[in-house]
């Protein structure tokens, strides 16, 4: 959460990599892939049963729906980027997964973050530090990651359960 944070309060100027920074920090906080957020439009944000702002989609990967509560980080962002005016609705001005993950790597040094960043850590984020050390169950993760199956969002339990495990034995 640290390293999160850090990345997140981080002041840049250069707006390409500025952009690049919301997104990948938008998909610490919902669990979006790369091609989730790449095509994520105005349409898919709805109000949900609890009457907050929810993203109901389906899996690009997978065909899978997911239905992701927009964390109140994930909403300054969507509102920073509101009036965008993008193409058929997008949310988002998505570079290449390539040009992303290029910047990530400069944003990490920008942070003093000593790991390496790639878009794909996003999800491994959201999975581990924003939901699974929060409580949520494991369940509940796996049908916002929109997994087909329970085995595959384990092995983030078993990841964080590594590093807990590392932690208290340092």
Same mark, same amino acid.
């Given at each position: 959460m640290?390293?999160?944070?850090?990345?997140?309060?981080?002041?840049?100027?250069?707006?390409?990599?500025?952009?690049?920074?919301?997104?990948?920090?938008?998909?610490?906080?919902?669990?979006?892939?790369?091609?989730?957020?790449?095509?994520?439009?105005?349409k898919?944000?709805?109000?949900?049963?609890?009457?907050?702002?929810?993203?109901?989609?389906?899996?690009?990967?997978?065909g899978?729906?997911?239905?992701?509560?927009?964390?109140?980080?994930?909403?300054?962002?969507?509102?920073?980027?509101?009036?965008?005016?993008?193409?058929?609705?997008?949310?988002?001005?998505?570079?290449?997964?390539?040009k992303?993950?290029?910047?990530?790597?400069?944003?990490?040094?920008?942070?003093?973050?000593? /790991?390496? %960043?790639?878009?794909?850590?996003? $999800?491994? *984020?959201?999975?581990?530090?924003?939901? !699974?050390?929060?409580? +949520?169950?494991?369940?509940?993760?796996s /049908?916002? %990651?929109?997994?087909?199956?329970? $085995?595959? *969002?384990?092995?983030?339990?078993?990841? !964080?359960?590594?590093? +807990?495990?590392?932690?208290?034995?340092?």
């Open positions: 640290e390293e999160v944070g850090k990345i997140h309060s981080k002041v840049i100027t250069n707006a390409r990599i500025a952009t690049v920074k919301d997104i990948f920090i938008f998909c610490c906080y919902t669990g979006l892939s790369y091609a989730d957020v790449k095509s994520l439009s105005d898919q944000v709805v109000i949900g049963i609890d009457g907050n702002r929810w993203i109901n989609s389906m899996r690009k990967k997978t899978v729906r997911i239905s992701v509560p927009i964390l109140p980080v994930a909403e300054e962002i969507l509102a920073k980027y509101s009036n965008q005016n993008l193409p058929k609705g997008l949310l988002f001005p998505v570079l290449s997964n390539q992303m993950n290029a910047y990530l790597k400069e944003i990490a040094d920008l942070c003093g973050v000593d /790991k390496r %960043l790639t878009f794909h850590l996003s $999800r491994h *984020t959201f999975a581990t530090t924003i939901t !699974l050390s929060n409580g +949520i169950p494991i369940e509940s993760i /049908k916002m %990651l929109g997994h087909t199956n329970l $085995r595959t *969002t384990q092995i983030y339990a078993k990841v !964080l359960d590594t590093k +807990i495990s590392q932690t208290c034995r340092s």
